[in-house]
């Protein structure tokens, strides 16, 4: 989701460390809610150090299902996110 401003971490978000899941990336996670629905805004350590692919106005969600189908959402929906 591409934001109209840049988002950073707050402190001490919830973590995945990447050997916990077997993986080499660590994951920071922040509780939000989207459509009413539990979900968390994901944010690698190497974006959050401005070393990733996106801009720091970019932010994936996720949750318990496709947003994009469950919704009807294609690129530049507005969708509201609210942080808990």
Known sequence: MRL??????????????????????????VPCTVFGRRAFILRTDKEEAGQGSHPFE?????????????YGLIDGSTVQIELE
Do not use: C, F, M, W
């Not at 840049?6 to 080499?24: F, K």
């Not at 994936?60 to 299902?65: F, G, K, P, R």
């Open 4 to 29: 109209d401003e840049p988002y950073h971490l707050p402190p001490n978000p919830l973590r995945i460390e990447g050997a916990e899941h077997g993986g080499t990336v660590s994951v920071n996670l």
């Open 58 to 70: 970019v932010i994936e969600v996720a949750t318990d299902i496709k947003l994009r189908e469950a």
